[in-house]
């Protein structure tokens, strides 16, 4: 089970740092993401990382302002947002999946749990 918070409103230009919290005992054999959704939007890929947090994958719209990172002793994984544009704006969304390649996937379909989502609203 994966329980995603931090979401909230802030204007251009601001940071917020979201939280995915799992539960269970075998956190760190699970690759993470974080996907968003913007109304009348597809699903995006915004970034994963890797069993030990040693690899990160970013999409091009967040390189240089999200960072991922993952605490398996807290079974928790984390995205902290700076320079947040309006665009940002969207339900945010943890996902895990099991890759035996260890490969971090950007498709949703290749996650097998998601959490609930928190919206992230980013003003002008």
């Known amino acids: 089970q994966l329980q995603a918070s931090g979401g909230g409103l802030v204007q251009a230009g601001g940071s917020l740092r979201l939280l995915c919290a799992a539960s269970g005992r075998t956190f760190s054999s699970y690759l993470m993401g974080w996907f968003r959704q913007s109304p009348g939007k597809e699903r995006e890929f915004v970034a994963g990382?890797?069993?030990?947090?040693?690899?990160?994958y970013y999409a091009d719209s967040v390189k240089g302002r999200f960072t991922i990172s993952r605490d398996n002793a807290k079974n928790t994984v984390s995205l902290q947002m700076i320079s947040l544009k309006p665009e940002d704006t969207a339900v945010y969304y943890c996902?895990?999946?099991?890759?035996?390649?260890?490969?971090?996937?950007?498709?949703?379909?290749?996650?097998?749990?998601w959490g609930q989502g928190t919206l992230v609203t980013v003003s002008s």
């Open positions: 990382i890797g069993w030990s947090g040693g690899s990160t």
């Open positions: 996902a895990a999946t099991i890759q035996l390649s260890g490969v971090v996937p950007i498709t949703g379909a290749q996650y097998d749990y």
